[in-house]
């Protein structure tokens, strides 16, 4: 069953890469429904499962990497009168998704397959976001689209205001039980925009934070004041450590950390790739 959160929200545990607590859709609803992210592709069932007899009139999804869209084409099909909610920047990938299949199997490895393959979703169906854009869904709650680039380009933000409720997607990092880590993934991090989303987000005063990597926040704004500090001295730690060391020396040095031993290996992959997208971020920096 799904966890309640409220009586209008709703989340559903993905089950990414196998394991609980990893990865969450959200259920809203008022007197229509809408879904925000879909988990990756071997989500599909168990999100329509999930939903039971709530077929969404929205499908919200915060960026176009497949642990959040990737199971968009298969509920599309599922849900033919689901509008597909994606940013501008991000239809292109949604209805010919090659590119970023290709991205994900050249960056995370022996994650590739419990990622999964996107399908193309029908463009007819997209609705493309911009930012600032409201949907009512009836009984008080409406959804507010914020653009927050830096985790990605095409990164989305959905806020829903009776509840103060902030849905961030990967905009403010990765929650791991006690464990915290920068979702500064490759290939398209960047740090100067992703601490501007920090600041932006922080101005809408929310009392709730959904993450998708995972799980509810209730006090937001201690949460974020964190979040913007552990990201800088994230990226000025692995710029430290490349100044003497190769690149995969730096990802070694990163994960041999004791509070990081702990993890899953899945998780331990998932981190390395974190750190590979800060020092991506470098080399752009330089150029």
Not at 253 to 281: H, Q, T, W
Request: hydrophobic letters at 40%; aromatic letters at 6%; one cysteine or more.
């Amino acid at each position: 069953m799904p966890v309640s959160l409220s009586s209008s929200i709703e989340m559903i545990d993905t089950l990414q890469f196998g394991l609980p607590c990893i990865g969450a859709a959200y259920h809203i609803h008022g007197k229509r429904h809408a879904l925000i992210d879909t988990g990756t592709s071997h989500a599909a069932t168990r999100i329509r499962e999930r939903l039971g007899s709530h077929a969404p009139d929205f499908i919200f999804l915060t960026h176009v990497h497949p642990d959040h869209a990737g199971a968009s084409a298969m509920l599309a099909e599922a849900y033919p009168e689901a509008v597909i909610g994606v940013h501008e920047r991000g239809v292109r990938h949604l209805v010919d998704p090659v590119r970023i299949n290709a991205s994900v199997r050249a960056s995370t490895g022996p994650l590739a397959d419990l990622y999964g393959e996107m399908l193309p979703a029908p463009l007819e169906r997209i609705a493309v976001l911009t930012g600032g854009e409201c949907f009512d869904l009836g009984k008080g709650i409406v959804i507010e689209v914020i653009d927050v680039p830096g985790h990605a380009p095409h990164h989305l933000c959905f806020f829903e205001r009776s509840h103060r409720a902030l849905f961030c997607g990967n905009a403010l990092g990765i929650q791991r039980g006690e464990i915290r880590v920068p979702a500064t993934v490759p290939p398209s991090f960047d740090s100067e925009q992703s601490l501007a989303t920090i600041k932006r987000l922080a101005e809408y005063q929310p009392e709730y934070l959904y993450l998708s990597h995972f799980g509810e926040v209730r006090d937001a704004a201690t949460y974020i004041d964190q979040y913007d500090l552990l990201l800088r001295a994230w990226v000025e730690r692995i710029r430290d450590l490349r100044s003497n060391l190769a690149d995969e020396e730096v990802v070694h040095k990163i994960l041999s950390a004791p509070r990081f031993c702990r993890l899953k290996e899945k998780l331990r992959l998932e981190l390395a790739m974190c750190v590979r997208g800060v020092l991506d971020y470098l080399d752009r920096e330089a150029c």
